[in-house]
């Protein structure tokens, strides 16, 4: 059974850094897109960054590029968030997600193509 369990999500002021972590277990195929996703009260969920087991390839959107750095432990097969330059709008919970044997990480970042949910980490930016 595949489990994904985030940590490191906390309050910090704009400008400020977090990085969060998703540790997973129970994953046994190669091919695994491993994602973030965030959600902020009254609004959709959203992919923030992805990462594909097979050759790293990284996916970001627009609002965080240059922010935030995904990455990826091949042994462990935890994923990172590093989020640096906080703002107010990436306020949400963030939940770690997982697409098995996918090919790349188009369908689970454009798509929203997701076999696996973590529970999700709170994070907070004030002003």
């Known amino acids: 059974q595949v489990h994904l369990v985030e940590s490191g999500g906390d309050s910090v002021q704009a400008g400020g850094s977090l990085t969060l972590a998703c540790v997973t277990s129970?994953?046994?195929?190669?091919?695994?897109?491993l994602g973030w996703f965030r959600q902020a009260p009254g609004k959709e969920r959203e992919g923030v960054a992805a990462?594909?087991?097979?050759?790293?390839?990284?996916y970001y959107a627009d609002s965080v590029k240059g922010r935030f750095t995904i990455s990826r432990d091949s042994v462990s097969n935890a994923v990172y968030l590093q989020m640096i330059t906080l703002k107010p709008e990436d306020t949400a919970m963030y939940y770690c997600?997982?697409?098995?044997?996918?090919?790349?990480?188009?369908?689970?970042?454009?798509?929203?193509?997701?076999?696996?949910w973590g529970q999700g980490a709170q994070v907070t930016v004030s002003s």
């Open positions: 997600a997982a697409d098995i044997g996918a090919g790349s990480c188009y369908y689970l970042f454009n798509k929203r193509r997701v076999d696996y």
């Open positions: 129970g994953l046994t195929d190669t091919n695994v897109c």
């Open positions: 990462i594909y087991s097979g050759d790293s390839t990284t």
